[in-house]
């Protein structure tokens, strides 16, 4: 306890932040948008009105390189508003780098698979350095 008292960061204003990123479906229709705190590893994911997903469905994120197209979770989304998430410092290297984001169609409690189960419906492409 004491060590996570001593290592505590304030946390980051992620109004300041730049997005990194817009998801959107295949119409190009915005479902969230990304933006990176990198220095407090971690993200916030602002709702920007995805449609409901089917009955007993969440959305998740997912990010890899491009050159390794191995995924890593990134968290469940919301449907409205912000939602913060801690991530690692392997996923904020990627989130700052050349990457790709997508979102998938997941079971109501999401996946803990090494890959997503459901299909694809948002994405988004990080193309420098946040």
Same mark, same amino acid.
């Given at each position: 306890?004491? +060590? %996570? &008292?001593?290592?505590?960061?304030? =946390?980051?204003?992620?109004?300041?932040? /730049?997005?990194?990123?817009?998801?959107?479906? $295949?119409?190009?229709?915005?479902?969230?948008?990304?933006?990176?705190?990198?220095?407090?590893?971690?993200?916030?994911?602002?709702?920007?009105?995805?449609?409901?997903?089917?009955?007993?469905?969440?959305?998740?994120?997912? +990010? %890899? &390189?491009?050159?390794?197209?191995? =995924?890593?979770?990134?968290?469940?989304? /919301?449907?409205?508003?912000?939602?913060?998430? $801690?991530?690692?410092?392997?996923?904020?290297?990627?989130?700052?780098?050349?990457?790709?984001?997508?979102?998938?169609?997941?079971?109501?409690?999401?996946?803990?698979?090494?890959?997503?189960?459901?299909?694809?419906?948002?994405? %988004?492409?990080?193309?420098?350095?946040?």
């Amino acid at each position: 306890m004491l +060590v %996570a &008292a001593l290592v505590a960061r304030q =946390p980051p204003d992620f109004a300041e932040q /730049p997005i990194i990123a817009v998801l959107r479906d $295949a119409g190009q229709h915005p479902g969230w948008s990304v933006r990176l705190a990198r220095s407090a590893d971690q993200i916030a994911v602002d709702s920007e009105g995805p449609p409901p997903p089917p009955l007993g469905k969440t959305y998740q994120l997912w +990010v %890899a &390189a491009r050159e390794t197209a191995t =995924p890593q979770p990134l968290g469940l989304l /919301p449907l409205t508003g912000r939602k913060i998430f $801690a991530e690692s410092p392997s996923n904020i290297r990627l989130l700052a780098g050349k990457a790709e984001l997508w979102v998938t169609l997941e079971a109501a409690t999401g996946t803990l698979a090494a890959a997503p189960d459901g299909p694809s419906v948002f994405h %988004a492409s990080l193309e420098k350095g946040s």
